[in-house]
């Protein structure tokens, strides 16, 4: 292991290959802080890098799948061996799923937690303690405005961004007066591949809701981690919809969601193997 002398800090963004976290390592790399993308994919990894470098400042990739039970040991690693400590991390990394809870694959559920939440907490309480030692820097985690209800038919996906926004919350508030930031940010529907790979593009929900652009969303939220903030919701519509899910009795809020994140082609999730329409949802 090569050991440097003169270390310089950099920016960590993990899921860096596209969406909102290519957006912020362009814009961090604008800066000329030193950029590490991360992400599984070397093709999209290597098109991010090109984009980033064309803004200034040394970029860096690593290729990682970062569930891996050494990702974190991996990722020192490899800051060390390039002279690197990180100084900001974003965790824009995730995935979700539209479906039935019980016509959702068992495998695939669980990973949504083990990237969205174990993944993120791993890499965030690991650098935090140095942080805090330089008395410098912080953490961006990308949140989702579906993380201030639950929500049906994407029920592991809303429960795991509502874990990140608490979570990101808490240490904002624990970590006041050390010169260290946590600060989550909170969008609506972003016009990524995230909306296809999840099915979500289907839903009546998200079809309502106005996507925001990817290059929007990182604009504001490494504004407002500069700005120190606790929480960004970008855009008018994500706060509203925010303020629907605090006034709005579950009694009332869950069905409504249910419906909307719902089609009538849809698995049942009574296990019956038919379509919503023509098994359960054609009693009511």
């Known amino acids: ?3 440097h002398s003169n270390v310089r800090m950099a920016v960590v ?6 969406g909102i976290g290519k957006e912020v390592a362009k814009i961090a790399a604008k800066e000329g802080t030193p950029v ?3 992400a ?4 999209a990894l290597s098109a991010a890098a090109a984009e980033a470098r064309q803004r200034g400042g040394d970029v860096f990739t690593l290729e990682l799948d970062i569930v891996a039970c050494d990702a974190t040991a991996r990722l020192q690693d490899f800051l060390t061996n390039n002279g690197l400590v990180c100084d900001v991390l974003v965790n824009s990394a995730g995935y979700g799923l539209r479906g039935a809870a019980t016509a959702l694959p068992l495998k695939d ?4 937690i083990d990237l969205n939440i174990r993944a993120l907490s791993d890499l965030t309480l690991y650098f935090l303690p140095g942080m805090v030692a330089r008395g410098r820097g912080g953490v961006l985690n990308l949140a989702s ?9 994407m029920a592991v996906y809303y429960a795991s961004k509502s874990f990140v926004r608490s979570f990101s919350e808490a240490l904002h508030q624990e970590l006041r007066g050390t010169g260290v930031t946590v600060t989550c940010v909170a969008p609506g529907p ?5 909306l296809e790979r999840s099915g979500a593009n289907k839903a009546p929900l998200f079809k309502i809701l ?3 652009k990817p290059e929007y969303v990182a604009e504001r939220a490494w504004k407002g981690f500069k700005s120190r903030r606790r929480l960004v919701v970008p855009s008018l519509s994500a706060k509203l919809v925010a303020l629907a899910a605090a006034l709005i009795p579950h009694a009332l809020m869950l069905p409504l969601i249910a419906r909307l994140q719902r089609r009538s082609t849809d698995p049942c999730p009574c296990g019956s193997g038919k379509q919503y329409r023509k098994c359960c949802g054609a009693a009511r």
């Open 190 to 194: 972003v016009a990524t591949e995230f």
């Open 1 to 3: 292991m090569t050991v």
């Open 40 to 43: 599984r994919s070397p093709e």
């Open 13 to 18: 963004v993990v899921g860096a290959s596209q």
């Open 210 to 212: 106005p996507n925001l």
């Open 145 to 153: 405005v579906a993380s201030f209800t639950p929500g049906p038919n």
């Open 36 to 38: 590490v993308l991360i």
């Open 109 to 112: 559920q669980l990973g949504i």
